[in-house]
Structures are given as C-alpha cells and as structure tokens.
C-alpha cells in the first residue's frame, strides 16, 4: 500500500513565523502535491512537484513556496505565516502516469496561525 | 478553468438505506476518481475509473464513468454508520495527472 506521511497532524504557529510541513511517501512515485482544504472552498492546489528539483505553481502558490530536494520529500514553506493560512494541508503522491494516476493523500496537517 | 459540479452537498440518510451521488463538468475527463474523508483524516481513494461507460464495484460501492465523458456516478448499497464522511469526486484531463480538478464533497450522515 501507498504510505504518505505528513509529518504533524497538529501545529500551532505565530503571524510572522516561518513554517515548514514536511511530506514523505515511500512509493517512489514523481508526483508530489500540496494542497489546502477549507470549508466551503474545497480542496485547492498550492504546488505540485513531478521530480526533484522541479516545481510547478498550483491555483493558489501566493505565500508558499516549496522544495524537493528528494524524490521521496515533498517540504512546504510559508515564509511568513499570516492568520489567513490557517488552513487543513494534504499532500498526496502519484506515478507519473499519462493515464492519470490517482493520488495518494497523507492525513493532513491541521495548521493554525495566531 | 474546469469545474466539477457535485450533488448533493449533503445526505442524511437511515441505516440500511441505498445512496446515490454524482458529478457532471462541461468538460470531458479521462479518469475519474471517488474518495471518502473522515473528520481530521486524509481523503483515502475508493474507486478509480479509466474508460467512458466503466462500472466498476469495491464492495458496496459502485461507480461509473458516463459515456458522455462528463459525469460519473457512486453508488453505496445497504449504508452503515461506518459510511459516514465526505466524499468527493475528481477529474483528471490531459492525460498529464497534475490536471486534476476536485469536486467539493458530499457530506453523508447515516442514523443508526
């Protein structure tokens, strides 16, 4: 089976700080994926990655950035946390897969700025 | 940009009750997926779909990818409480599985 993990369910951070969410799947897969979820909004696209080094910017990138410096590591970054990111984060993986692989989702990280 | 319209937003149903769910686009799909999430949980992927007009069952779940190309239905046959969670759909076009557009979810309550 496919394992994805994030690696905080909870975390509690300032306006202002920087924050990293850290994302690891042991499929070998070259797909890698942020999102974030919000009531009413649905599941929205921060960045998505299809090998190392290689990043694209998702529907929603403003005030993010990423990193993927191994193909099984998958980082999300807010520079400067504001209130406004308080938000569900999931990170999925899949094949690179013309067929369109589906995705494979963490247990998310529930992230909120005070 | 492509939009997946899926109904009902919520359900609220009786133990033993069959459940139906669908998304439609204007827009036509190569694959089509279904997830369930629980509360404080990942969406976890129930059934995948590849081919216009494939039915396809996992347990008491079945669905279909539309002939059209521009819909897909689940099923949940005789629901238990277990069932309860969001679940949504997805599209991916393109044939490049970074185009994929979600739907917002159908909440679904069973009553023991």
């Given at each position: 089976d496919v394992?994805?993990?994030?690696?905080?369910?909870?975390?509690v951070k300032?306006?202002?700080?920087?924050?990293f969410?850290?994302?690891?799947q042991?499929?070998?897969?070259?797909n890698?994926?942020?999102y974030r979820q919000?009531?009413?909004?649905?599941?929205?696209?921060?960045?998505?990655s299809?090998?190392?080094k290689m990043k694209?910017?998702?529907?929603i990138?403003?005030g993010?950035?990423?990193?993927r410096?191994?193909k099984?590591?998958?980082s999300?970054i807010l520079?400067?946390?504001s209130?406004n990111?308080?938000s569900?984060?999931?990170c999925?993986s899949?094949?690179?897969?013309?067929d369109?692989?589906?995705l494979h989702f963490g247990n998310?990280?529930?992230?909120?700025?005070t | 940009?492509?939009?997946?319209?899926?109904s009902?937003?919520?359900?609220?149903?009786q133990?033993?009750e069959?459940?139906?769910?669908n998304c439609?686009?204007s827009s036509i799909f190569n694959?089509?997926l279904w997830?369930k999430?629980e509360?404080?949980e990942?969406?976890v992927?129930?059934i995948?779909?590849?081919?216009?007009?494939?039915?396809?069952?996992?347990g008491?779940l079945?669905?279909?990818?539309g002939i059209?190309r521009?819909d897909?239905?689940l099923n949940i046959?005789?629901?238990i409480?277990?069932?309860?969670?969001?679940y949504?759909?997805?599209g991916?076009s393109?044939?490049?599985n970074?185009?994929?557009?979600?739907?917002k979810?159908t909440?679904?309550?069973?009553?023991?």
């Open positions: 394992k994805v993990t994030q690696s905080s369910r909870y975390l300032r306006t202002g700080e920087k924050v969410l850290e994302c690891v042991d499929m070998d897969h070259e890698m994926f942020w919000d009531p009413g909004l649905g599941l929205r696209l921060i960045y998505f299809y090998d190392v694209e910017k998702g529907d990138p403003e993010y950035s990423v990193s410096e191994k099984e590591r998958f999300l520079e400067s946390a209130t990111q308080t569900m984060y999931l999925a899949s094949l690179l897969d013309r369109g692989s589906p998310g990280t529930r992230l909120t700025v | 940009g492509q939009q997946l319209n899926q009902p937003q919520s359900m609220f149903i133990e033993g069959d459940v139906s769910m439609t686009s694959t089509w997830y999430q509360p404080g990942g969406p992927l129930l995948a779909l590849y081919k216009a007009g494939e039915l396809t069952s996992n008491r079945t669905a279909q990818f059209t521009k897909s239905f046959s005789a629901s409480p277990s069932d309860v969670g969001i949504f759909c997805a991916i393109g044939g490049s970074y185009k994929l557009t979600f739907g979810g909440l679904l309550t069973v009553n023991p």
